[in-house]
């Protein structure tokens, strides 16, 4: 059973960069055939596709925060990181990590972390 | 990027059925997924490919795609299914591969 967990501030002050990491347990990163996921969820809206990495280090991410997304990953620590610079308080929200699965998968995600509440204020 | 659109919210009676439908240009052509989400808790899948169900997920949820609409059904609909539903599908092609419906909230009345 493949378990995600989130862990990083829950605080970050405005035009900083917000840092989140996702530990992955029950299973390797490297295994091919999945991405490796990161998305939002703002207070009371819907789900924000963020962007993601193949463990070879292939990384596509949302248009619309692509200036400001990092995402890198170590197979060594089984774990993958998310930085997103210059933070506002638009970017308060709920961070999940998830797998996603690839072309023999249709982009299905199976596994979740449980989210991160990241709210953004001095 | 390709959009999909999901009704705000749909009401049903404990015991009825629940459709919950996405619309999105030729979705029938696509692979669609669902995820239930309930307050404080991260989303769950309960249909994949379309119409697959994962392991735990009981047999009144069901899903269909065909032409614009892909459909979440969930028959003898009950309390403990109240929650935000997603669906979504994988656009490889394009520059935003996961995407995601706007969310339904089932209300169980």
């Known amino acids: ?122 | 990027s390709y959009v999909l659109t999901q009704p705000p919210s749909v009401s049903v009676a404990p015991g009825k059925t629940a459709r919950i439908t996405c619309g999105g240009n030729i979705v029938g052509i696509k692979t669609v997924h669902w995820y239930q989400q309930k307050p404080g808790q991260a989303p769950v899948l309960v249909i994949y490919y379309d119409s697959d169900r994962p392991s735990g997920i009981p047999e009144r949820f069901s899903g269909s795609n065909s032409g614009n609409t892909a459909t979440l059904t969930i028959s003898r609909v009950e309390a403990g299914d109240e929650a935000d539903y997603y669906c979504q599908v994988w656009d490889n092609t394009g520059d935003h591969p996961v995407i995601f419906g706007g969310g339904t909230k089932l209300t169980v009345l």
């Open chain 1, 1 to 122: 059973q493949v378990q995600l967990q989130e862990s990083g501030p829950g605080l970050v002050k405005p035009s900083q960069t917000l840092s989140l990491t996702c530990t992955v347990s029950g299973g390797s990163i490297s295994s091919g055939g999945y991405y490796w996921s990161w998305i939002r969820q703002h207070p009371g809206k819907g789900l924000e596709w963020i962007g993601y990495i193949y463990y070879g280090g292939s990384t596509y991410f949302n248009s619309s925060l692509k200036s400001r997304i990092t995402i890198s990953i170590d197979t060594s620590k089984n774990q993958f990181s998310l930085n997103l610079s210059s933070v506002t308080a638009a970017d308060t929200a709920v961070y999940y990590c998830a797998r996603v699965g690839g072309y023999y998968e249709s982009g299905k995600i199976d596994y979740w972390g449980q989210g991160t509440l990241v709210t953004v204020s001095s």
